[in-house]
Each structure stands twice: as structure tokens, then as C-alpha cells.
């Protein structure tokens, strides 16, 4: 029968369309729903003498000193009942306050960009608690446990508006009052204000390396240089084919050549095959090109095809190595340029050159790159981690000519210029922009020499958020790291470099955290060439320098050293600190600074030189001994024993400054540090405990009603509260909420975009869980029952319930899914049920854009290397669907839900933006288990929207087949229990 015949054919109303029995049970298991409320409770000291055995939000009281809120009693109930039975009677010398003060206006000041403390006016010993009534209207407040608030100003650095919100103070007496807080909005000092930590990083695993997930539209190409590799005569031969017809085009039809190691191609048939299958002219795809380690592989062409585009950026495409010995060697450069390249990764690669000049969603990790280094233009969202740019010279003078002339040939380990969202972290950069051997008065007979022009690290001022964590910079020919936009940098070692680090002003605010300067590089030529001994030159603008070291521009051990390194360039220039606490010390001829408490003999051992000794066993060992060690441990990767962290932590004992780690579980309150950007997981001065979420097991977040970034990490936690109007946003890492989510009655908003990823264990909440996702993955391993909105779009990923998950869209809950890209549904591997429940009110949308609807359905998520689930889904509830968007020439069919087992019926459907001569159906197929929409070519129909149902929708027994008996079972059980205090 054709599509147009089936939509005139006579059928139902819109309504249920299984059977009575089936809808009946379905009101059952609707009318099963327990709503368990709380207790009241008498508010919480900030302070308990015993939490013993107490519960979660009792430890979460003490740990951050937040007051529960008092319960509101009924309406009825006299408010002089409310204060005698939720407050401590005062003395009579305090009378007890039964009524509102007059509202207070108060006008406050701020700076677009940054982070405002406010105190609220009055006596602070008076004050018993405060909570926010309505939100800044840009930007985010919230209260902090010491009863200050935090305007939070960080996000929209340029948006100068005025604002306003409202906040409630309760009194100690039992008197409250409302504040009307009106604040004038004055321009920040830099226009990009602080850096958002929005990275392209996917989760890592517990050796540290990045795990890549590919999709559903996958292909793995294995290229070898060994003798083994199948060649294009041998793959003929093998067919009975003429060896021309062995092309990257008859390999793609035949999956089993380069499929497996043992099938691996040469390397010029293998190139062919990977770009007759990546780039613009093929679909996103999460295709992976693999290189035999052991070999070295040349003239390879691009590599990252012209306009590869990854599938997702959660299933990426992605280069790498496979097999045993050192990772392969491509000489040449890997060029990423032209037309844009999107969702690229490049892992265990040994490359002489890189250079991208247009592209989004970059990734390397455990790269190295020699000889021209790495350049990198043009980018939205670059990361490298866990690599080596080490020995990056020029072999010959640019220009030719007797002498090297230094501008001319300038070159550093890595250039950076125009990126939006650059992560460094974990690397090390050493011994660029010079060579061994050579001449002071600069001729070209000999090896390059060092110039001001040269650096380990270049990072142009027209980047962006940039931030640098835990890598080493050893002997850079002039900067260890120029970081010119500013950004954060973090716990860096700056070793033997003729200068250390600079970062100027007109970009991003810098937040410099926890580095270590030690030892000068003092590489000198014949005539004048820039700082031989610079440390670290603050050029920005209310920069916060905090808990860093300077010290030992020569080794105080080795007279010789100290009589060579006679000239003394500033230890830091230092023009409009925000805060400043730097140690300085024995740099030269330049004073101390912040070190009177502390031993000098202790400072003069606590030197570079001492910490090689110690680490290699050898009390001569030299800079260059420790830069041998370090290229050596984990194939020149610092996932060893030794990194940044080991080095600084050495001069941070030495120099007296906290070196402890937590050794037990806490609950981390976010608490926005005003001297940096108050919105960032990963900042440790945000939270309370000064270290990041999961550095324990067992670790529980309060949010503390506070706007937070989540962005770069992999982090598992227990129990996880939003508070009053609290917002997590993820883009990137992956977060693992194991124990209760907790949301407030004021609603809790979770964004995900890009790769950000939030798995969690069920949610019980009857409080409101929005939950909006334009990219990302959502994930639901246990059962998810509360209260929900929840707004899928573009190809963001929506795992409603993984292998033993059920997923309950209650009364009053919505789930709207946009698009065609969207993948919605279950995934799953080891063959458990996963469920979705609709039930009675809850709403279910499907909006269209131009190539179609999404689904609810199985998919390959790549989070399990293989898919294997039992789905199902009991129908219920609201269904609307929204065509406006759609072609309004051309008909179509498309699934909306396909499970192994469907069923239940809509207690309503509505179908909008449908032409006026054109006709829907919505078919229910219990035989196929699955939902479809059939829409009529224009011309073919009148504007009916009608709906049936083919097959029995009773279940029929599978009384051998033990799996999907469960799976019945658990389409029948009740929803799960919800309540308004699940911690």
C-alpha cells in the first residue's frame, strides 16, 4: 500500500489506541506514585560537636558552616508558633521580631568581569542566615557561610549593564528583612575578563591517558612500513582482480583489508583508503588511522584530511598507534589547513613537524614534536596534554649568509595564534630555540644560537582563554613561556630559561598559581640579546601571584655558576597586582622577598641541582642530567614518576608553603574566590577545601547555590547539592555523580555542550531538574524518577537509561527532543534491561528542524566498545510533535520510538506545523515495537492528524526466554519513589 493510500485509509481519533487492559494498567502503575515529603526540622548549628553517624547534609552543615533554612509552615498556622518553634528564645532584652522590617534599598558597585564581595550592612553577629529571593539579572549571586554574598560577574565580561536582585536576611532575634540590592556596572580593566576554561577534553582514564569513543559511522584503517603489510598486488592477487583495481575506492567497499592488524595495508595503500574514506567529499565520521609503532613513516600527505570532520565531538576521528616499541615516527609535517577541520585526535604520535591553520576541537595527547615544532592558527578550542616539544632549531640560516640573523629565524617549540580555548597541561617543553655547539659570534658554520626572538612556548595576544597547567619549561632559548593575552597558570616548573614567563594586558585577567622560577639560563652571544636571567614579568592588569617561588638565578653551591651568572635582570616586574605573596629569593643582586620566617641555609638546598641529585642518585647530576631523565621516563611522556608536581612540591617544602594532601573524604562547598574568576571547577581557590573534587573517594559537592563551570577534568563524587538557584554547566571532561542529587525548591538549571559529559546514578528529586543539552552526553545509570525538564539539541547525546537503568518522565516532567541529530535513547554492554516510563501528564515532544525528527531509540553511544542492551518503553502521557521547520514539498516517515519492547499508549497527541494539504498518521506498532509518523506529500492530504495502532498491544508471554520476562516486569512495576529531600 503507498504512504498516500495508508493516510486516507479510515482510523481512529487521536487518543489511546491500545487496549482497555493495557491503559488500565497503565493508570495503575500511575496511581502507584508515592510523593514522600520530609520531616521539619529545627535548623542546623553550623557548627555540631558530634556528627557521628549524622546524615549528609549534617556533614555538609559543619564543613561549611551553611545554616539549614527553617521550614515554612502552613499558611494557617500563627507566625508567633513559627518563632518559638524554629527559633532559640531570646533573652528578654531581645524581643523576638514577628514581622517584616520595611524593605531596604541598597546601591552597590561592580565590575563587569570579576568577582564583588558584599557585606551585607549592619552587624554581621546579628545576622542568623541569608537567602537570595530573585537573581541578578545578569550575571549570578549567591550567599557564602560567612553570610557575605558574591556577585559573580565573570561570564559576560563586556556586558556593562546596571543590575538588580533581591535577597532576604533573617536575624537572630527572628526578625528578617528584604534588600533590594541595586548595583552600577562599571567596565572591566581587560575586555575578555577571566578565561571561561571552555576546552575541547575528552575523560581520561586512570593511567591519565585521553579516552576516545568512536561512533556509530566507523572504520578502523591499520598502515604499517613493515614487510607485512598488505600491498595493492598482493590484495589482487588475493581477489583475482587487475592490480589497478585495487584503489582507496574498492577498499572501502571491502572492510576486512586494514580492518585488523594481522590485514594491515602498506603505507601508500593505506593513505590511499584513509582519504578516500575521511574528509569534506565523505559524512562525519569517528574513522580511526592507525600506525605500527616501530617504524618511521614519510611522505604521507596531509593526514588530517582537507575538511575531516569527526563525527561528534564525543566520537572524534582520531590517529594514533598500535603495537609494540617506540610510537611511530612521522617526519614531515602533519599539515591541518584550508578548509576547517572539526573533532580531531592525534595520540602516540612522534611528529618533526605540526601545523594547523584552520579548525575546532583539537586534541593531542602523548605527541612529540622535533626539529619546527608545532604551530597552531585559526583554532576554536586547542588542547595538548601529556607531550614532549623538545630540540626545535632551525638545521640551517633561513636567509643563508656567513652569520644567523636572529629575527629572521626565529622559532619556537609551539606558536599559538587566534585561539578561543587553549588547555596546555602535562607537557614538557625543552631546549628550543637553539642548538648544542654553537657560536657566540653567530656564524652559520655552526649550530643555531639562542636570540630574544626564540621561545619553548609562544602564545600570541590574540588568543583567548587560555590556560597552562603543570608542564615544565626547561632552557628556552629566551622565554620558558610567553603567555601574552594572560590566562591561568598554574603550578608550572620554569627551569634554566633565560627568561621564565610574561603575560601582558588587553586580553584575559591572569591567575598565576602555585609556579616555580629556578635557575637562569644565561645563554649569552656576542652581542646584546635580550634578559639572560629575567624571572617573571606581571604586565597585566589586577593579576593575582599567588603562592609562587622565584629563587636561585644561579645554584648557591656552585661558586663557579655563581661567577658566571653575573648579570641580574628582574626577578619580577611586577606593574598592578591584585594580590601578590611571591617568594624571591637569592636571585642575583636583587633583594628577598616575603622570606624572614624562613631558614636561609633550608632555601639554599632546597635547589634544582639538589632535587636531580636526590631523584637519580648522583650528587654531581646537572639540569641536563634531570632533562635526560625526564625525556627518558614513559617513552619522553611525563606520565611517570616524576612532573611538574614532584618538582614543585620539592620547592614548596623547602620553602615552607603547605605541601599536605587531604587524606580524607570531605563535602567541597563552592565558595567564588574574588581574586580570580569565581566560576571554574577546576580553580582550586573555589572551593573550600583549596583542592579539587574527587582528589578523595567518597568526596560530596554543595554548589552552595553558586553558578559553576565544568569544563577539562574527570572526577568522580558521592553526593552532589545544587542549592537555592545553584547552575553546573559541562563542556568538556566527565563528572560521575555516584551518590543522591539534591535540588532546591527554587529549580537547578545543568548545561552540557560540546564533549561535556554527566553520568549519574538516578535522580529522586520532586523538586525541578532542568536540564538542557546542545551537545555533550547526559547519562542515566540508575533510576531517574524526579521532577524534569529536560531540552535535547544538535548532537548531543541523551542516554535516558544504560544496561539496568530506568528512566520515569513523571507527571508534570517534559522531555523535548529538537532535530534530527539528536541521539536519545539506551546503550548499554552487557544485554541488562534499560527502561523509559511516560506516564500520566508528563509531556513528550519531538520538534522538527529542516532534515527531519529525532528518536528514542538503541544507539552506539561509544561509551561502550559494544552496544548491547534489552530497551523498553511504556507509552504515556502527552506526545506533541512540531513540523513547522520541515520541508513543507515533500512528505516522509519517521521513527520516534523503536525499543525491543513498546508498550502503553499517549493519552493525547498533537501534531503542529503541518501543511493544510498534507495529512499525518502516528502509528503504533506494537509487532514492530515502535511509533512512527507518516506525513502525506503536499497536495495529497486535507490537514487530517489521525493516529492507529497494528499488532496486539497486550503482551505476549516469553516464558523462555528469561531476559525478557525482566524486561516485562519492569514495563509493569511502579515508578520508583520520589521525594523533596532525597539527602
Known sequence: ???????????????????????????????????????????????????????????????????????????????????????????????????????????????AGRVTTIQPKGNSDEIASIRILSQSSHGHVSVNPDNSLSLILSEEPK??????????????????????????????????????????????????????????????????????GLTRAEIAKAEGIPVSQVTGNWLKDHLQYGATPDKALDTELGMELWYATTGHHVAPNSNWLLFERGYEYEDLGRIVSRGATGESALNPMYVGAYGEGDDPLIKGTIHIFQDQVKHIVIQDINTTHIRGLLGKNLL????????????????????????????VARLSSVHGGETWEPFGNRISGAYLSNIDGT???????????????????????????????????????????????????????????????????????????????????????TLLLDNVVTSAGYQKIAKPDGALSMGIGNYGKQTSLIDNIIAHLANPNDPAEQAVKTVTHPPLSNETAHVNDTIIHNWGKKPSLNTEALSASVLDQTTIQNFAAQLLGKKTATIG??????RAQADGRLGGAVDADVINAFFRKGFDLDTTLRAEAEVLRFMPDERADGIRWD?????????????????????GGNRVLFGAETATIDDFIFGDFGQLKATSGRLDIKGEISTAGTGNLLQIDNAGQIWLDGYRDSDLFQIEMAGGRFTNTGAFTGNAEIDVIQDAQLLLATAGGRFDLAGGSSLTISGGKTKVGFDGGDGKIATLHLHDDAALAFVADAAGLGKISEFHSGAFEVSNVTSGVRLGGDLTIDLSALDAKTGGAWTLVKADQVIGSFDSIAVTGLGSNQDALIQIDYAEDEVVLLVSDTGTGSGQINSSSNGEADFIGHSQNATLNALWENLQAAMPQVTDDPL
Do not use: C
Open 1 to 111: 500500500m503507498l504512504l498516500r493510500d495508508l493516510l486516507v485509509t479510515p482510523l481512529g481519533s487521536i487518543g489511546p489506541t491500545g487496549s482497555s487492559s493495557r491503559v488500565e494498567a497503565a493508570d495503575e502503575a500511575q496511581n502507584s506514585l508515592q510523593i514522600v515529603t520530609s520531616t521539619p526540622t529545627k535548623a542546623k548549628p553550623s557548627i555540631m560537636s558530634d556528627i557521628q553517624g549524622a546524615s549528609f547534609l549534617d556533614k555538609a552543615y559543619q564543613q561549611t558552616g551553611y545554616t539549614s533554612p527553617v521550614d515554612i509552615p502552613p499558611a494557617e498556622e500563627p507566625i508567633e508558633e513559627l518563632v518559638v518553634s524554629h527559633v532559640d528564645i531570646p533573652s528578654p532584652r531581645e524581643p523576638i521580631v514577628s514581622i517584616p522590617m520595611s524593605l531596604h534599598a541598597d546601591t552597590l558597585a561592580a565590575e
Open 159 to 228: 556586558n556593562q549593564a546596571d543590575t538588580e536582585f533581591r535577597y532576604e536576611i533573617t536575624y537572630k532575634n527572628g526578625g528578617f528583612q528584604e534588600v533590594q540590592a541595586k548595583v552600577d556596572v562599571i567596565a572591566g580593566q581587560e575586555p575578555e575578563g577571566w578565561g571561561q576554561g571552555d576546552f575541547y577534553m575528552l575523560e581520561t582514564g586512570s593511567d591519565g591517558r585521553v579516552v576516545v569513543e568512536h561512533g556509530e559511522n566507523h572504520r578502523k584503517v591499520y598502515v604499517t612500513e613493515g614487510a607485512h
Open 364 to 391: 593531542f595527547d602523548h605527541i612529540g614534536v622535533t626539529l619546527d615544532g608545532l604551530v597552531m592558527e585559526n583554532v576554536q578550542n586547542f588542547t595538548m596534554v601529556n607531550s614532549d616539544i623538545i630540540d
Open 423 to 509: 588547555l596546555l597541561e602535562g607537557n614538557l617543553f625543552d631546549h628550543s630555540g637553539w642548538a648544542e655547539g654553537f657560536d657566540p659570534n653567530l656564524s652559520t658554520s655552526s649550530p643555531m644560537p639562542p636570540s630574544k626572538f626564540s621561545h619553548n612556548l609562544y602564545v600570541q595576544n590574540d588568543n583567548m582563554d587560555v590556560t597552562v597547567r603543570d608542564n615544565i619549561f626547561m632552557r628556552g632559548s629566551s622565554f620558558g613561556a610567553q603567555v601574552r593575552p594572560g590566562g591561568v597558570i598554574e603550578n608550572n616548573a620554569f627551569i634554566d630559561n633565560n627568561a621564565a614567563l610574561n603575560f601582558f594586558s588587553g586580553m584575559n585577567y
Open 625 to 630: 642530567d634531570l632533562a635526560n631523565h625526564l
Open 683 to 703: 580553580n582550586r581557590l573555589n572551593w573550600s577545601t583549596e583542592d579539587l573534587p574527587g582528589t578523595q573517594d567518597g568526596d560530596s559537592i554543595d554548589l
